[in-house]
Nanobody
Framework: QVQLVESGGGLVQAGGSLRLSCAAS????????MGWFRQAPGKERESVAT????????YYADSVKGRFTISRDNAKNTVYLQTNNLKSDDTAAYYC?????????WGQGTQVTVSS
Protein backbone atom coordinates (compact mmCIF):
# COMPACT_ATOMS: atom_id res chain seq x y z
CA GLN A 1 0.00 0.00 0.00
CA VAL A 2 1.43 3.32 -1.06
CA GLN A 3 1.59 6.03 1.58
CA LEU A 4 2.80 9.62 1.40
CA VAL A 5 2.94 11.27 4.80
CA GLU A 6 3.63 14.98 5.07
CA SER A 7 4.95 16.64 8.21
CA GLY A 8 6.57 19.87 9.33
CA GLY A 9 3.69 22.27 8.95
CA GLY A 10 2.60 24.65 11.67
CA LEU A 11 2.01 28.24 12.70
CA VAL A 12 4.82 30.67 11.93
CA GLN A 13 5.21 34.43 11.86
CA ALA A 14 5.70 36.25 8.59
CA GLY A 15 9.36 36.10 7.62
CA GLY A 16 9.85 32.77 9.31
CA SER A 17 10.75 29.36 7.91
CA LEU A 18 9.47 25.82 7.93
CA ARG A 19 10.85 22.61 6.49
CA LEU A 20 8.18 20.30 5.16
CA SER A 21 8.85 16.61 4.69
CA CYS A 22 7.02 13.91 2.77
CA ALA A 23 7.93 10.34 3.61
CA ALA A 24 6.96 7.75 1.02
CA SER A 25 6.45 4.02 1.46
CA UNK A 26 5.09 1.17 -0.61
CA UNK A 27 6.66 2.36 -3.84
CA UNK A 28 10.04 2.52 -5.56
CA UNK A 29 10.63 6.13 -4.60
CA UNK A 30 13.60 6.70 -6.90
CA UNK A 31 11.37 6.12 -9.95
CA UNK A 32 8.97 8.91 -9.13
CA UNK A 33 8.80 12.58 -9.97
CA MET A 34 7.84 14.33 -6.74
CA GLY A 35 5.97 17.55 -6.34
CA TRP A 36 4.64 19.88 -3.69
CA PHE A 37 1.24 21.50 -4.13
CA ARG A 38 -0.80 23.80 -1.93
CA GLN A 39 -4.41 24.76 -1.54
CA ALA A 40 -5.68 27.78 0.32
CA PRO A 41 -9.30 28.05 1.47
CA GLY A 42 -11.57 28.90 -1.43
CA LYS A 43 -8.80 28.52 -3.98
CA GLU A 44 -7.74 25.81 -6.41
CA ARG A 45 -4.84 23.53 -5.66
CA GLU A 46 -1.67 24.88 -7.25
CA SER A 47 1.72 23.43 -8.01
CA VAL A 48 4.53 24.86 -5.91
CA ALA A 49 7.63 22.89 -6.89
CA THR A 50 8.61 19.73 -8.76
CA UNK A 51 11.76 17.60 -8.70
CA UNK A 52 12.77 14.79 -11.03
CA UNK A 53 13.47 11.24 -9.92
CA UNK A 54 17.20 11.99 -9.96
CA UNK A 55 16.98 15.32 -8.15
CA UNK A 56 16.84 17.81 -10.98
CA UNK A 57 14.61 20.78 -10.26
CA UNK A 58 11.80 20.89 -12.80
CA TYR A 59 9.59 23.70 -11.61
CA TYR A 60 9.01 26.45 -9.09
CA ALA A 61 5.93 28.64 -9.02
CA ASP A 62 6.84 32.27 -9.61
CA SER A 63 5.36 33.16 -6.24
CA VAL A 64 7.91 31.02 -4.36
CA LYS A 65 11.07 31.39 -6.48
CA GLY A 66 13.99 32.46 -4.32
CA ARG A 67 12.16 31.57 -1.10
CA PHE A 68 11.33 27.84 -1.36
CA THR A 69 13.67 24.95 -2.15
CA ILE A 70 12.62 21.43 -3.07
CA SER A 71 15.00 18.53 -2.52
CA ARG A 72 14.89 14.78 -2.11
CA ASP A 73 16.80 11.97 -0.47
CA ASN A 74 16.21 8.75 -2.35
CA ALA A 75 17.96 6.76 0.36
CA LYS A 76 15.36 7.97 2.87
CA ASN A 77 12.38 7.91 0.47
CA THR A 78 11.69 11.50 1.41
CA VAL A 79 11.11 14.77 -0.40
CA TYR A 80 11.51 18.12 1.33
CA LEU A 81 10.31 21.66 0.88
CA GLN A 82 12.34 24.31 2.65
CA THR A 83 10.19 27.40 2.95
CA ASN A 84 11.85 30.69 3.88
CA ASN A 85 10.65 34.28 4.25
CA LEU A 86 7.09 33.06 4.57
CA LYS A 87 4.27 35.42 3.75
CA SER A 88 0.60 35.41 4.70
CA ASP A 89 -0.22 34.38 1.11
CA ASP A 90 1.69 31.13 1.74
CA THR A 91 -0.98 30.03 4.21
CA ALA A 92 -2.41 26.80 2.82
CA ALA A 93 -2.55 23.05 3.15
CA TYR A 94 0.57 21.62 1.50
CA TYR A 95 0.45 18.28 -0.27
CA CYS A 96 3.08 16.07 -1.83
CA UNK A 97 2.49 14.10 -4.99
CA UNK A 98 4.33 11.16 -6.55
CA UNK A 99 4.03 10.46 -10.28
CA UNK A 100 5.48 7.77 -12.51
CA UNK A 101 3.74 6.85 -15.73
CA UNK A 102 0.13 6.03 -14.87
CA UNK A 103 0.90 5.89 -11.16
CA UNK A 104 -0.17 9.02 -9.29
CA UNK A 105 -0.35 9.31 -5.51
CA TRP A 106 -1.13 12.12 -3.06
CA GLY A 107 -0.50 12.65 0.59
CA GLN A 108 -3.06 13.90 3.11
CA GLY A 109 -1.44 17.29 3.55
CA THR A 110 0.13 19.41 6.25
CA GLN A 111 -1.18 22.84 7.23
CA VAL A 112 1.02 25.93 7.05
CA THR A 113 -0.34 29.07 8.66
CA VAL A 114 1.59 32.32 8.44
CA SER A 115 0.60 35.08 10.81
CA SER A 116 1.30 38.70 9.90
Amino acid sequence: QVQLVESGGGLVQAGGSLRLSCAASGLTFSNYVMGWFRQAPGKERESVATISSSGRILYYADSVKGRFTISRDNAKNTVYLQTNNLKSDDTAAYYCRARWGDYDYWGQGTQVTVSS
